[in-house]
């Protein structure tokens, strides 16, 4: 008999359209927070709350990935208009990439974004069901000038009436350029909260995995351990791995601002390491590096959903399905510009 936690029909909850944020809260750290106490006790916050459930000597992992104008908008010969969304750089010019319409984009289609700047189809990567393209443009423009020009800021498509600006989709300690969604976490936090955890003698540390399909892409088996993640790149350094081994060390916990931090460090067990991960975590994974994490509320089904009930330990899978149902009677918003939670772990 499978598991009930390797179910994917047991990641499912009813989530009204109304409960998925359009827009991002103003000032970023109002947002609310709850936070849940390794005894599994529930508190209603405010994300500027956040350093009263922190001690000096925790450290916060934090992922300082940007995200790019990756959405380019163009047409066929035939005039017919395409969307294109980058995902990965494979070599030179030569993306990994989601199409719309994709049906009919076979090899050696040509999508236009001006004169002098434009696509041709070169294979179909059937793993994403995406398409590669090789971009050609002028010898003197670079593919990050380009995409400055002509791409926009790839707002997840349950953003249907966002009126934020681009600067809102991005952490305000956003600095390496590569990520095709933004780490929503640490979406919450402002430089003056920042100040704030610095002052209270909260240690501090940043990895870098640029977001890709992986961490959005649907789980489609029925046993959720079947899913294959798409690989995305990430570094911990050295410096960041000898914080983690002397947090520990002192007995200190160490905090994950999202489940790109969760994965990187689970990925690496807190190691240097730069290179991909698939690591694909759901409930009966032994974690080894963080005893906290601060995520966002995800949707039904999805690989973050089982990635936080793993996180609660055992039991995990009912217990997160009944703090959302606490979230959506008490009005929380959901994903990547709604509310957060805090969890806590057992040292």
């Known amino acids: 008999m499978t598991n009930p936690d390797h179910l994917l ?8 359209e109304r409960a998925i944020a359009q827009t991002p809260a103003v000032p970023r750290d109002h947002s609310r927070l709850m936070v849940i106490t390794p005894d599994r006790q529930i508190y209603h916050q405010h994300f500027f709350d956040l350093p009263q459930f922190l001690q000096p000597g925790d450290l916060l992992v934090f ?15 035939t005039g017919t208009k395409v969307e294109v969304l980058l995902l990965e750089e494979i070599e030179k010019d030569r993306w990994l990439t989601l199409v719309k319409p994709g049906r009919r984009l076979l090899e050696g289609v040509k999508i236009f974004f001006s004169e002098e700047f434009w696509g041709e189809v070169i294979a179909r990567e059937e793993k994403t069901r995406g398409r590669i393209i090789h971009f050609h443009h002028p010898p003197h423009q670079t593919m990050t000038e380009l995409l400055a020009k002509y791409g926009t800021i790839p707002l997840p498509p349950y953003i249907t009436a966002n009126s934020a600006s681009p600067e809102q989709y991005q952490t305000v300690y956003a600095r390496k350029p590569g990520a095709v969604a933004a780490p929503t ?3 919450h936090f402002t430089d003056r909260l920042l100040s704030e955890l610095q002052h209270k003698g909260i240690e501090m540390a940043w990895i870098t995995l640029h977001v890709g399909v992986g961490t959005f892409r649907p789980v489609e088996v029925t046993n959720i351990t079947e899913h294959k993640m798409h690989a995305e790149w990430l570094q911990v350094t050295p410096e960041v791995a000898g914080k983690i081994a002397q947090t520990k060390a002192e007995g200190k916990r160490v905090i994950g601002v999202g489940t790109t931090v969760a994965r990187a460090l689970e990925s690496t067990k807190g190691n240097p390491f730069v290179g991909k991960t698939s690591l694909m975590i759901y409930p009966g994974y ?11 509320f995800h949707l039904p089904r ?5 990635l936080v009930a793993s996180f609660l330990g055992e039991g995990g899978r009912e217990f ?16 990547s510009f709604g509310d957060a939670s805090l969890l806590l772990r057992k040292l």
């Open 185 to 187: 976490a640490g979406l």
């Open 286 to 296: 032994t974690w080894q590096v963080l005893d906290g994490l601060i995520t966002n």
């Open 320 to 335: 997160l399905l009944h703090t959302y149902q606490i979230a959506l009677e008490k009005g929380y918003r959901f994903y």
């Open 63 to 77: 992922n300082d990935t940007k995200v790019i104008p990756a959405r380019l908008y163009g047409y066929k010969q």
């Open 9 to 16: 029909s047991n990641y499912d909850y009813f989530l009204p």
């Open 302 to 306: 999805s690989s973050l959903l089982m």
